[in-house]
């Protein structure tokens, strides 16, 4: 099944210059990227990416991690695109603890547990296809994205916004 999904590497991969290894392993699963940018993650857009852990006790903490408070305020965003996609990646990726992860998965190798107890797991990739359209549509808009996944629709915008001067 032809399938797309969110892959962040968080700001801990971006600090450790792990980029490059990581769209290395991340090439071996032949999937195509689609969109990619990189993302001063505001509070909102965190808060909203991981509101199905916000009663969890680590939530703040998780929070200021994939904000960059500890590290480089700035994460990867990208969506893969191919053949079974999530799970391609999600293998790759390894479990969620990083000290649990298999030693060759990406988790496995670069992550670590904080001595606060914050999981610095590197990435994110979405687990199935409803996150990753929740995902994949909280994170891009769909003119960045190359190919049309979801349906749109025209508005007029009348919103102030930014444009070269
Ligand atoms: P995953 O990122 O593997 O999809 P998740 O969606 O359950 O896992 O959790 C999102 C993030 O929250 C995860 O990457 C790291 C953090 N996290 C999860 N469980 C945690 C725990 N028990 N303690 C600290 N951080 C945790
Ligand atoms: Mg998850």
């Known amino acids: 099944m032809i399938q797309q999904?969110?892959?962040?590497?968080?700001?801990?991969?971006?600090?450790?210059?792990?980029?490059?290894?990581?769209?290395?392993?991340?090439?071996?699963?032949?999937l195509?990227?689609?969109?990619?940018?990189?993302?001063?993650?505001?509070?909102e857009l965190a808060e909203e990416h991981y509101?199905?852990?916000?009663?969890?006790?680590?939530?703040?903490?998780?929070?200021?991690?994939?904000m960059g408070y500890y590290h480089k305020q700035k994460?990867?965003?990208?969506?893969?695109?191919?053949?079974?996609?999530?799970?391609k990646v999600r293998d790759l990726t390894?479990?969620?603890?990083?000290?649990?992860?298999?030693?060759?998965?990406i988790r496995g190798a670069y992550g670590r547990i904080t001595t606060k107890g914050v999981y610095e797991n590197v990435v994110h990739a979405s687990t199935n296809e409803a996150e990753?359209?929740?995902?994949?549509?909280?994170?891009?808009?769909?003119?960045e994205i190359i190919v049309g996944l979801y349906p749109v629709k025209i508005i007029k915008d009348t919103q102030e916004k930014r444009v070269w001067a």
């Open 5 to 30: 999904t969110l892959v962040l590497i968080k700001p801990d991969g971006l600090k450790k210059s792990l980029t490059g290894n990581i769209l290395t392993r991340l090439s071996e699963t032949k």
């Open 32 to 43: 195509d990227i689609i969109a990619a940018k990189i993302v001063k993650v505001s509070k």
């Open 51 to 66: 509101r199905q852990l916000k009663d969890k006790p680590f939530f703040n903490e998780l929070i200021k991690y994939i």
């Open 75 to 87: 994460v990867m965003a990208m969506v893969y695109w191919g053949e079974d996609a999530i799970k």
């Open 94 to 105: 390894g479990a969620t603890n990083p000290e649990e992860a298999d030693a060759v998965s």
């Open 132 to 143: 990753a359209e929740r995902e994949i549509k909280l994170w891009f808009k769909p003119d």
